[in-house]
């Protein structure tokens, strides 16, 4: 199947902006799977609770959940994408997945990074894989990475693929993804966004780029450059994430000692 990732500099607030040029990448392309940036139709760095109150969107009634089913099922292509999501009065930093077949579940970050824990609420529906025809798809967002136990949960819970929308301003998660991916033999598509944003009397934010597609081996398939704006596809085997055996003697997931785990 093939799998992808769009980078790019969201401008903040532009929701409508951000979503068209989304889509317009997304059409152009030939995919089973685009993963986009976290907080990708908003924007990263709000001044005020009020701000994201503002920003963010009911899910999957909102517009741009609405969009990106349009073209999922224009497209035949499933999308993961970061967006900011109103649900009451709680507000979360979440991921949608959308699919041919229309709105298939969010996922709500629950390792919330810096400020964001003063707009939104850590995610309160876990970690999540979605079985879809071309593979099971779990769902983390940025920071998460940063918690070996999120994408040891979501393959455990059967994940092939670990769509990770992010906005990395630390240097860190490229290189580490490599690791996640090893340690539990699933692929992972990052796409971080570009660019910087400096709100009002704020410090300025630069975000990384270097999204990339990362096999359940270790091996960096793709990744791109840390200002370019990019979308890239490349064809990956997901069965190559069901064989957890290192060897004939070692299974990554049988040879675990929970017992001597602290948790
Ligand atoms: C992050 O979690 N956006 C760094």
Known sequence: ??????????????????????????????????????????????????????????????????????????KNCYIVAGIAERNGDALFNSAVLTGPEGFIGVYRKIHLFYEETQWFLPGDAGLRVWETPIGNIGIMICFDWFFPEAARTLALKGADIIAHPANLVLPYCPDAMVTRCIENRVFAVTANRTGSEMRRDKEELKFIGMSEI????????????????????????????????????????????????YS
């Open 1 to 74: 199947m093939r799998a992808g990732f769009l980078q790019f500099s969201p401008l903040f607030g532009e929701v409508k902006q951000n979503v068209d040029k989304a889509v317009s990448i997304i059409s152009s392309q030939h995919a089973d799977l685009i993963v986009l940036p976290e907080l990708f139709s908003t924007g990263y760095q709000f001044i005020s609770k009020k701000e994201a109150a503002d920003l963010t969107e009911p899910v999957p009634s909102g517009y741009t959940t609405q969009r990106l089913i349009t073209v999922s099922k224009d």
């Open 214 to 261: 990362v096999t359940p081996k270790g091996r960096i398939l793709t990744r791109a450059g840390s200002e370019e704006e990019k979308c890239t596809v490349v064809e990956i085997t997901v069965e190559e994430a069901r064989n957890k055996n290192i060897n004939q003697y070692n299974n990554i997931f049988d040879d675990r000692q929970k017992d001597f785990y």
